[in-house]
């Protein structure tokens, strides 16, 4: 009988520590898990360029010409070059606020050069903002001064849209463009510069179609008059998200 009291006590032990055992994993993965979903539902993001890490090389033509100096992304173009020096984020988003902190400088006159701060998805689901020094047809029409650059802002598609205004070069801009959904779960887009809209328009499609963010300069033919004639640069100090 004593044989038999040890028995079940052992027994017992046994499934005692199976379950204290047990419970601990428990334990630890909900751990993991709850640690996983705060980082995936954060409602922010900053990227202050101390390093390139959540973005990746978008270049299309030409060397990667960019790098980080003094925690702000440099990126450049040489003269009599088609170069469209591009970096671009390896995470999609969708409806938010997006604001890229960029210095626009005394870019070469007539140059077909372009800064660009801007969400793509494809070819005709781009939402731009381009900063150049502009044709004459342009800067006539927007009676634009020696010291002033076009900033045009653009939806490539699904509709077609674009706005033109100017801003004084050697400056810094904080550059935002904003999604929101309407009534019928289309966007809105909204273009604003230092806080203050721009322009505003529909577009034909919603949330299931999602951007990377993208900075680049690029030698462009709509942007000037003529291939351009020097090294053109911009400087990104920041680029924001704040998730709706």
Request: net charge positive; with cysteine; glycine share 4%.
């Amino acid at each position: 009988m004593a044989k038999n009291y040890l028995k079940a006590s052992c027994f017992a032990l046994s499934l005692l520590l199976s379950s204290c055992s047990g419970q601990s994993l428990i334990n630890k993965n909900t751990s993991t898990t709850s640690k996983k979903n705060v980082l995936k539902t954060s409602k922010s993001r900053i990227w202050n360029f101390n390093d390139l890490n959540d973005w990746k090389d978008a270049t299309q033509a030409g060397e990667p010409n960019y790098s980080i100096k003094d925690g702000k992304l440099y990126i450049f173009t040489n003269p009599n070059t088609w170069e469209r020096v591009k970096i671009k984020s390896t995470t999609a988003f969708a409806t938010g606020s997006y604001t890229w902190r960029v210095y626009a400088p005394a870019m070469g006159k007539g140059d077909m050069t372009c800064i660009a701060a801007f969400l793509y998805h494809n070819d005709h689901h781009e939402l731009d903002f381009e900063i150049a020094y502009g044709n004459q047809a342009d800067r006539k029409k927007l009676n634009a001064a020696s010291n002033e650059l076009i900033v045009y802002m653009t939806s490539q598609g699904n509709p077609k849209f674009s706005f033109q205004s100017k801003l004084i070069r050697e400056n810094w801009y904080n550059l935002t463009l904003e999604l929101a959904l309407n009534e019928n779960k289309k966007y809105v887009a909204t273009w604003k510069i230092d806080n203050v809209a721009f322009t505003s328009t529909v577009l034909n499609y919603g949330s299931r179609t999602k951007f990377k963010i993208l900075c680049s300069v690029e030698n462009l033919s709509f942007a000037g008059d003529h291939i351009p004639y020097q090294q053109n640069y911009a400087l990104f100090d920041s680029v924001t998200f704040n998730e709706n």
